[in-house]
């Protein structure tokens, strides 16, 4: 016996609307650098994937942020990626922020960001900080044109890779720790020629932050009568052809 058609009920299963991945700057230094966006963003996100969870755990206090925050860093990211990708897929928002700056520069983000667009998952990056950009603009050094390095090769590959930067014309910007940035300027010396502009930019944002420019041999001076303290931003002006 067939049933009147109004006895049928249909059942629709939906499956859950895909989460989006925010890749959210963090201060450099000045808490007063954090946008009101990051702020909001990082309140109503449903996971927080920082760094280091003790440094960042400070900044989210500070700004009465009690969302639950998990470990990813350059050491596990390939491992926490998959569950972090089936989070976004069930529909949760995760916020990914780095200790200091933009992720993905310099800093863990670029392995997650990658695996989340291969599933179709939306990525937004908000504008924020960046060591780099400030250290570039304030050194009296064309900025229209550059090149980001970041770390230079700590050993293996260095050599070549500064030998391959020798001709380059555009402005070069390096990242590097107080305990190497002697010795990195010495060897930009050695294969740029010592009259080469340089702007050395540490503790940017902070109240320390400074800014040594001059020719190589004159900011290698410099630091041989004052330790380097605090990160540094290396800015060094490209070949005159």
């Known amino acids: 016996m067939l049933l009147p058609s109004s006895f049928f009920i ?10 989006i991945l925010y890749i959210v700057p963090t201060p450099v230094g000045n808490m007063e650098d954090m946008t009101l966006r990051a702020i909001r963003i990082l ?5 927080v994937l920082a760094e280091d969870t003790r440094t960042s755990g400070i900044l989210l206090n500070h700004f009465e942020i009690k969302q639950h925050l ?6 596990n990211e390939h491992g926490t990626s998959a569950s972090v990708i089936e989070r976004l897929k069930a529909g949760q928002t995760v ?7 933009t992720p993905g520069i310099s800093d863990p983000g670029f392995f997650l960001v990658r695996e989340a667009v291969r599933a179709g998952i ?9 060591a780099f950009v400030p250290a570039l603009v304030s050194s009296g050094l064309p900025c229209d044109r550059f090149c980001f390095e970041g770390f230079l090769p700590q050993k293996k590959g260095r050599q070549t890779k500064l030998q391959s930067l020798k001709d380059e014309e555009r402005t070069m910007v ?43 041999v004159e900011v290698i001076a410099h630091f041989q009568e ?9 800015v060094v002006s490209g070949i005159n052809k």
């Open 122 to 130: 939306e990525v937004q990056t908000l504008p924020g900080a960046t």
């Open 43 to 47: 309140k109503e996100a449903d996971v």
């Open 174 to 216: 390096f990242y590097e720790s107080p305990y190497r940035v002697l010795k990195t300027l010495q060897q930009f010396a050695e294969v740029f020629g010592t009259e080469r502009q340089v702007s050395v930019c540490r503790e940017i944002s902070k109240v320390h932050e400074e800014s040594v420019r001059g020719t190589l």
């Open 10 to 19: 249909f059942f629709v299963i939906f499956a859950p609307e895909m989460g």
């Open 70 to 75: 998990l470990s990813h860093h350059k050491f």
């Open 95 to 101: 916020a990914l922020i780095s200790d200091a700056g």
């Open 226 to 234: 004052h330790e380097p303290r605090g990160e540094f931003v290396i």
